[in-house]
């Protein structure tokens, strides 16, 4: 059963930087596109970053707070996505999730990410 699990994520002061891992087992996604999202209690859940499979050439898409300070990267040996955050702000507080999108390449839409995995806390001090 494919299954995505998440890693890396902790308490860090403002400005400071994490790196989060998604293991994905099961399958091989190295077709997939992924994703990462983050969500806080109350909120939807947010688009953050996104890379494309072998179909779509790996290209990345981010969302524009992002831009510049967070890095999507991915290891098909490995079968693993990373998400490189530096500049952390307190405003990146949240749950971060992986996503794998096994259809067309809609980045930004949660609805097109058929596996999900259970997210990782990221909690920035001021």
């Known amino acids: 059963q494919a299954r995505l699990a998440e890693s890396g994520g902790g308490l860090v002061q403002a400005g400071g930087s994490l790196k989060l891992s998604c293991a994905a087992s099961?399958?091989?996604?190295?077709?997939?596109?992924m994703a990462w999202f983050r969500q806080v209690p109350g909120k939807n859940r947010e688009f953050v970053a996104a890379?494309?499979?072998?179909?779509?050439?790996?290209?990345?898409y981010y969302a524009d707070s992002m831009k510049g300070r967070f890095t999507i990267s991915r290891d098909t040996a490995k079968n693993t996505v990373y998400l490189q955050m530096n500049s952390l702000l307190p405003e990146d507080t949240a749950v971060y999730y992986c996503?794998?999108?096994?259809?067309?390449?809609?980045?930004?839409?949660?609805?097109?990410?058929?596996?999900w995995g259970q997210g990782t806390q990221v909690t920035v001090s001021s």
């Open positions: 890379i494309g499979g072998s179909g779509n050439g790996g290209k990345v």
């Open positions: 099961g399958r091989t996604f190295s077709n997939y596109d």
């Open positions: 996503a794998a999108n096994s259809g067309p390449w809609f980045p930004v839409d949660s609805f097109q990410y058929d596996h």
